[in-house]
């Protein structure tokens, strides 16, 4: 049928759940064959915008207001149109095999049996993804997932591909592979594309144009040589090596049942008032590595180790911290997951800060004051009372790395704190990293984004990718 043309009139749309609007106002008209970049301020609603083009915001779930159409009719009704790729390729794998995986959709729209496997591997081929049908999507890094589930939206032949943040979670080899995928696939102007990206700089070779969402409402359009503001970054005031906090001695795992380890044998060492970043390709065992250190694994092989300026109050202190009880823990050492989702506890983001302070002692007024200031800081005061699970990628984000912080513990273990994030918190979040470097602190920051490295770290600890995975 072609590529599919969108057009938006005065549209916005507000959550159920939510007094304000997530987006409004909103003026856009996206020709056939059209490729647009969608970026803007962390939590100014380009999320809901894609799932809004791809027809995943029911009635039930808000209120809209305008008009949005694709092909000239409501996109609820041109779901079969559109392909979508989420941030998190996790989330849209199904089948346990790759092959299985892309012709999922294919028969869930009820194409005939004969036509399956032909589009499969046509559309496996067109991102480039050359490891087989039989491959176990367990086995597969991050990059290749990607790939996979850019093929699984690709292969019903979309008139309309819509790709939310593809590479936020990919090393930049990955993320080169994605985009040189979606280049491939889109490169005839058979798709319309509209992705979603603070990063402007990787795809401009591709897109048309730059289309700005205002947290205000309404949008501003750039021509792909637009250029966003330089990232600002903190002034570091260094305090010199401190203490010896936590060391991994040859610290690896194994999963139960795997013939292939997560981690081999890693040494590490965070010391009061140094950074240590930790970078390396998908599969790797960077976030394996932060588990470990941060005392919510128990290696299989080796041994993390807590110094005696870490373990002081405890009652048995020479237990390892996968032994801590949870009270203990969270006094000790604040962690952030690379899915910020996974750690939330409560219905509100007031809530959500102040339980870590209150549970370790902290009166209720002091744990409500220092709730209030990280709120300010992070850009989060308008939210306090929402639920953590209706906030955008990027505000999720920053509300654990706000939870981590409030305990005040003397070690942060930080699994890719800086995704999803506009240049101004992006600035914010990196600023307020950098003050917790006082001497007394250990920060250990797992990232693939190289500012981040250049603005915070003090040792850098790069793991080589394991010889299964690519």
């Known amino acids: 049928m072609g590529p599919s043309g969108v057009r938006l009139a005065g549209w916005g749309f507000r959550h159920a ?3 304000g609007w997530a987006v409004r106002d909103v003026d856009l008209e996206i020709e056939p064959g059209e490729r647009v970049l969608l970026t803007g301020a962390s939590g100014s609603g380009k999320s809901t915008l894609l799932r809004a083009l791809a027809g995943l915001l029911p009635p039930e779930s808000g209120d809209a207001a305008g008009r949005l159409t694709v092909d000239g009719g409501p996109p609820e009704r041109r779901r079969h149109r559109v392909g979508m790729v989420f941030q998190d ?8 095999r790759s092959g ?6 294919l028969e869930n729209i009820g194409m005939p049996p004969d036509r399956i496997w032909p589009a499969v591997d046509a559309a496996m081929h067109a991102v480039g993804f050359d490891l087989g049908r039989e491959r176990p999507t367990a086995a597969l890094s991050g990059g290749q997932k990607q790939r996979l589930v850019l093929a699984g939206a690709l292969a019903p032949l979309p008139g309309l591909l819509v790709l939310d943040e593809p590479t936020a979670q990919l090393d930049p080899e990955g993320a080169d592979l994605v985009r040189a995928a979606v280049e491939r696939a889109v490169g005839d102007r058979s798709a319309t594309l509209v992705v979603v990206d603070h990063d402007v700089e990787s795809w401009r070779p591709l897109v048309d144009r730059v289309v700005e969402l205002l947290p205000s409402g309404g949008v501003v359009e750039h021509d792909r040589r637009w250029i966003p503001p330089l990232l600002r970054f903190p002034v570091r005031r260094p305090a010199g090596s401190g203490d010896v906090l936590l060391s991994a001695d040859r610290a690896g795992y194994t999963h139960r049942g795997s013939p292939a380890p997560a981690l081999l044998p890693t040494d590490a060492l965070l010391v009061g008032g140094r950074t240590l970043a930790i970078t390396g390709p998908n599969g790797s065992g960077k976030s394996t590595l932060a588990l470990l250190l941060a005392g919510l694994r128990a290696p299989t092989t080796g041994r993390v180790v807590a110094a005696p300026p870490l373990t ?3 009652r048995s202190p020479a237990r390892p911290p996968s032994r801590w009880r949870a009270a ?6 604040g962690t952030v997951f690379q899915q910020p989702e996974h750690q939330f506890l409560t219905g509100r983001v007031r809530d959500e800060l102040s339980l870590g302070p209150l549970r370790s002692g902290t009166g209720s007024t002091t744990a409500a004051r220092l709730a209030d200031e990280l709120l300010e800081r992070l850009g989060l005061s308008g939210l306090a009372e929402a639920n953590p699970f209706t906030l955008s990628g990027g505000q999720q984000r920053r509300l654990s790395v706000a939870t981590a912080l409030a305990t005040r513990p003397r070690v942060l273990v930080l699994d890719e704190p800086t995704f999803g994030q506009d240049r101004d918190t992006w600035a914010e979040l990196v600023a307020l990293l950098a003050e917790q470097q006082d001497g007394e602190r250990a920060l250990c920051v797992v990232t693939h984004d190289a500012a981040v490295v250049a603005a915070l770290a003090d040792d850098v600890l790069h793991l080589g990718v394991r010889a299964a995975v690519r």
């Not at 390729?89 to 346990?96: E, G, K, R, S």
């Not at 299985?100 to 959709?105: L, R, S, T």
């Not at 203990?328 to 050492?333: M, S, T």
Request: aromatic share 4%; proline share 4%.
């Open 17 to 19: 759940t939510r007094r």
């Open 89 to 96: 390729p996790d989330a849209q794998l199904v089948m346990t």
């Open 100 to 105: 299985d995986d892309v012709a999922f959709g």
């Open 312 to 314: 002081a109050g405890l």
């Open 328 to 333: 203990e823990l969270v006094e000790r050492i």
